[in-house]
């Protein structure tokens, strides 16, 4: 069976944690979140390498870390984070769970951005990195493809972060109009977790993939 994996922050695993099953005596994640609904014309299995709050440093480490186990006939979807999200792997010695490591890693990113301009920053650092993960992967012959979770921060950013030898594999909403996923839910409230939490809701999940399972068909059957 095909495998489809998935990598990213909340927006990609889901806004919950996995749940144990008595049955299968260790826990496990609902597939109940947009990778396991996407419709592409035929059957995968979800690798589902993503987890809350993960910024770019720790998503490109868990890609890279995945290569070589990629092969042809596999897809994977790559989530960009939030552009403010840096993690500190190694001030994390110590503590217990994960909300005490995301603590920690905003008490640094604060003090690293108040050293530098954080978009403008980020953007050149995320590009470069970005970049160099997709010509890897695109390497291994695996299906790519690539989302952008940040706000549209004008043509001049969108230049910047957009040129590159990967443009065709960026997934975008509602029809391209929107690249970002910050911006699409914001103008999608029904959608939403909870009032003032754009998480997805089971709708919302169901929205993204569908929307993402025709851009990557429509993709697919381009290249072919």
């Not at 990113?109 to 970005?130: G, N, R, T």
């Amino acid at each position: 069976m095909k495998k489809v994996y998935v990598y990213g922050c909340s927006f990609t695993y889901g806004n919950h944690w996995p749940v144990r099953s008595k049955s299968k005596g260790k826990d496990y994640l609902p597939p109940n979140t947009w990778p396991y609904m996407l419709d592409l014309g035929f059957n995968y299995q979800v690798i589902n390498r993503s987890h809350q709050g993960l910024g770019w440093n720790e998503i490109m480490n868990i890609v890279l870390e995945d290569i070589p186990k990629f092969t042809p006939n596999d897809l994977c979807i790559i989530q960009v984070p939030y552009l403010h999200r840096l993690h500190f792997k190694y001030l994390t010695k110590g503590l217990h769970s994960k909300h005490d490591w995301i603590k920690r890693a905003e008490k640094g990113q604060k003090y690293f951005l108040e050293l530098i301009p954080p978009f403008d920053y980020s953007l050149a650092v995320w590009k470069k990195d970005m970049e160099m993960v997709l010509d890897i992967v695109s390497l291994t012959g695996i299906d790519y493809y690539w989302w952008f979770t940040d706000k549209d921060t004008g043509i001049e950013n969108r230049r910047k972060l957009l040129s590159g030898n990967h443009l065709d594999k960026f997934l975008t909403f509602q029809d391209r109009t929107i690249l970002g996923y910050d911006d699409w839910m914001k103008n999608n409230k029904d959608i939403w977790f909870m009032p003032n939490d754009y998480h997805q809701n089971d709708k919302g999940h169901k929205l993204q993939a569908e929307i993402f399972s025709g851009e990557i068909i429509k993709r697919r059957s381009k290249s072919k």
